[in-house]
Structures are given as C-alpha cells and as structure tokens.
C-alpha cells in the first residue's frame, strides 16, 4: 500500500511535470526536424495530421546541399568558431592566471572591468563597430568576426579560469619555481594540465556562442557565400512569397545539430561553466 | 660580438620583466585587453560622438548635440518601442523564473535517465537561437501552425490565428518564445544552488515535523535566494538587449508594434542608414543597463 502510495506522488509530483517539461521544451525541435523530413507536398495536404510523418524523404537536405551555400556557411561558420575560440582562450588564461595569482597595480579594476564587460551587449554597440570594421576594411572577411567575437567570450572565459585557478594551491607553483621553472614554465607545465576541466567548459562555452552568433554576422559577413549557418539560414531561404519550409527546417537541424551533440558529450563542463558564474564567487 | 651581448642582456631583461609579479601581470593582460579595448571600449565612445551627429552611412555628420535624443522623445514609435522592451525584459521574467524553478525541483530527484534528460531540457538555451527561432516562426505561421490545425480540428477556432501579424498576439508571441528560451538557464542556475541545500537539513526539518511545503518555503528558498536574484539579473540584461529573436519573427512589425531597442536602432541606423540616430536609440539603453549591471556587481561584492 505504502509503495503504490508513493508512486502515485512520484507520478504527479516528479513524472507528470517532468512530462511538461521536455514537452514543453522541446516540441520545437520535433516540429523542425518533422517538417525538414517531410515532402513539400505533404505540408499542403490538409486530411494529413501535421503531427505525424506521411513519407519520408531526404530531397531537404539535397536541396540545401546543391541549390544554397549552406557547405560554405559551414565552412564559414567551423573557420571563424575555432579560431575565435582559440583566440579568446589563449587571451582568456592569460588574463585568467593574471587576476588569480598576480599582484600588480591596477589588477582589483581591471578585474572590476573584465567583470562589467561580460555584460555590455552586442546591441549597445554594432551601431559604431560597422565603422570600425568598415575602416579597418574587414567587411565579409572573416577577421571581422573572429576579432569582434573575443569581446563576447574572454569576459566570462577570464573569469569562469580565475576561479579555476585560484582552487590550485599556490605551493605546487612555488615548488616548482623553487626548482629553477620561470612563472611562465610554470603555467603552461603545472596549472594549465590541472584546469583542464576548466579549460574546456570555457572552450566550450566559447565555441557555442561564435557558432550561434547572429547580430554581428549579420552586419559583417553579409555577401552571399560569405555568411554564417544562423545568418544565411534567416537571409537566404526565407524569400517573402515562396517558402522552402521543408530546406529551412532542413538546415535549422542541421545547424543545430553540432552544438547539441557537442553539448550532449560534455554536458557535465557545460553546465559547471554556466553555473560557475552565477554561483562561485 | 657586441650585437650578442645586447640581445643576451635584452633576453635577460625580458626575463627579469616577466618574473617581476608587477610587468608580468600588465603583460599578461595586453593581448585580451588590447582586442576588448579597440573592438569594445573604442565603439562605445564612438557611439557616443556618433550620436551626437547627424551622420549617415559612409559619411560623417555634423554635431548636432542633443537632437537625436531629443527627436526621439517626440517619435511615438519610439515610445511604443520602449515600453515593448519593459515588457519583453521584466514580464517574462517572472515566468522564466518560476518555471525554471519547478524544472529544477524536478530535475533533483534522483530517477532514471537523469543525464540525458538534463542535456535535453537544455536545449532550447544551447542551440543556436536564430535557429530555434525558426521553428517557432513556423509553429506561429498563419497558414502552418500547428497549434491553429489542432484547434481546428477540435473545433475551438474557424479560421487560423495569426499569431504574428496581430499586436497584442505578436508581442505575446515573442514573450513565449523568449520564456520558452529562458527556462532551461534557470533551471540548471537553479538546480546548482539546490545542489548546495544539506540533504540533512531537510531530513532533520522532516524528523521535526516541518512538512514539504514548510521546508520548501524555510529551507530552500531561503539557499537558492542568491542564484535566483543573479539569474534573473542577468537575463534581464540580456533579454534587455535582445535582437535576434524579434528579428526572426516579427522584423518589428506588425506596423512596428514589436520593435525593442536593438531591432529599431537597426532599422533606423543601418536599414535606413541614419547611423546617429541609430546609435541614440541604443544607447537609450544604457542608463538601465547600467543601473542592472551595477545592483548585480554590488551583490556579488556585498561581502
């Protein structure tokens, strides 16, 4: 009696919620990859339920592979998401290993600042960086995007490895340094493999928002093959009076798909990285 | 010879500089800083000057002080553009946080398939938003949607809705689509300060007799306080500065009854190319986000 009785409560309690929840949350997605296996026929057809697959068909993906540039947005996109992430890592550590073990003048506002650009967004700003980019003559190269996207991700990438940092016990550097290593020796020897965990959450984290960007691809990276999965999706296969719903589906999931499935693997460092911010101090 | 001898000395004082805790630090820090200031910091003031001209695209404007912001006062679209940028920020705020809330009640007891589960709920906060927003641009289309063939073939509706070409229903749209967005980063937000709550804590309130709803109310929220107060600051910053999502579904429109701050500074600063005015109307923005930004900074450092 007692364990039918506590089922019940799971059941309204934890499952039927729970049951809400991932409805809720990811009907979206079924919709799009339904919809991106579906012929264009079939979207027509109204006796059809909409809910429910009739014929499958891949002519989706053909389509979005031989009449639009969507292997060059991936290209695009797999070019400028690397670097940019490389890039931002590579300042990230520095700054990182800099706020945590270093005293210099200056090193409590600089940290204060770090911390205040996490939160300027790219709307405060495209207005007056198109002309930057535009002197700087880096419009539709990928430059433009892989020196802009830093100022999105060193922020928090600074401050999710300061923490990591910190939680190493200074003594195994000063061991080190002890025994003849320079600061840097030390770094890249000792502390880099002991936040290692920290290093990808902030990778991580650095590649899913270049991946997904699209204000500042938008603006930059707007000639034809030029542009990125989000930007050429939005610009290229939504055409105001014909509608390839099917192909736009087609590439939303496909777009997507890397990040889920990247996100899927790590999905323990991700959410340490999302949360790090919010809840180390 | 004596070029060697420069160059060791010159190695050595390279060493002696970056083992002295005062250059290392500065040197350290000149990469990341040197891009966050020319592509940040530089913009920013930039914008200021720009907002103060009447610039357009490819040309550089005259001072013009204060007009920009002045004309704006005085546009009605802009009024509305206000108000639906409030109302996309703080109203769905609440939403996304009690809804955040019971995914993550939800999400800390222990069953099966836990892992999986928790990267599938986040999804809608991890893939590429522009993308996502596609689906929901069909899911609301007039003729496509889904939610219209359901009610109409249990007969609650005639004619499709439409969900986007309506004010009231666009404006409404957006908001569900941002919450729906929303709710997985409080929920994992959420359930990492539930994670902090003792286990024992509640076990010794349920020896005392203190019901689930008391220990709800006296133990976690009182624990799970702080990282609700710094998600919902942070979303409202972001959502504050949204664009993508508006973008995708509405442009703005209908008739530029959806329009937030990022969306109507595009249209006026780069579709319509009065990049002056453009950059006022964003940088209207910046006495809230700032206000935001420094209650979220003052929290973290109250101790």
Known sequence: MVGSETLGKRVLGIYLPLAFFIFFLLFPFYWMSLVSFKPTNDLFELKYNPFWLQTFTLENYLYLFQNTDFSEWLKNTLIISVVSTVLSLGCSILIGYALARLRFPGSNFLGVGIFLAYLVPPTLLFIPLSQVIAKLNLYNTYWALILTYPTQLIPFASWLLMGYFRTIPKEIEECAMADGCTRMQALVKIILPLSLPGMISAGIFCFTLCWNEFLYALIFMSSGPMKTIPVGTVSDLIKADTLFWGALMASAVLGSFPIAFLYSFFVKYYVEGLTAGAVKR | ?303
């Open chain 2, 1 to 303: 010879m004596g070029s060697e001898t420069v160059k060791s000395r010159g190695g050595r004082s390279l060493r002696r500089l970056l083992d002295r805790e005062s250059s290392l630090g500065i040197i350290l820090m000149l990469p990341g800083a040197l891009l966050l200031i020319i592509f940040m910091a530089y913009p920013f003031f930039l914008g200021i000057w720009l907002s103060l001209t009447d610039s357009v695209i490819g040309e550089m404007g005259d001072f013009i002080g204060f007009r920009n912001y002045t004309d704006l006062l005085g546009d009605s679209i802009f009024h509305q553009t206000a108000r639906n940028t409030l109302i996309y920020a703080l109203v769905t705020v609440p939403f996304k946080a009690m809804l955040g809330l019971g995914l993550a009640m939800v999400l800390s007891n222990r069953m099966r398939f836990s892992n999986p589960i928790r990267a599938a709920v986040m999804m809608p906060w991890i893939v590429p938003t522009a993308l996502s927003t596609l689906g929901w641009f069909m899911i609301l289309d007039p003729v496509f949607s889904p939610i219209s063939w359901l009610l109409r073939s249990l007969g609650v509706i005639k004619q499709n809705i439409n969900f986007l070409g309506d004010p009231i229903l666009a404006i409404s749209s957006v908001c569900l689509v941002n919450i729906w967005r929303g709710i997985p980063f409080f929920g994992i937000t959420i359930l990492a300060g539930l994670q902090a709550v003792p286990q024992e804590l509640h076990e010794a309130a349920a020896i005392d007799g203190a019901n689930a709803w008391h220990r709800f109310i006296h133990i976690t929220i009182p624990t799970i306080r702080g990282v609700v107060l710094i998600a919902a600051l942070l979303s409202i910053i972001w959502t504050f500065a949204d664009f993508q999502l508006i973008y995708i579904l509405t442009k703005g429109g209908p008739a530029n009854t959806t329009h937030i701050f990022g969306t109507y500074a595009y249209q006026i600063g780069l579709s319509a190319t009065d990049i002056g005015q453009g950059a006022a109307i964003a940088l209207y923005m910046f006495p809230i986000l700032a206000v935001f930004a420094i209650l979220l900074l003052m929290y973290l450092r109250r101790d």
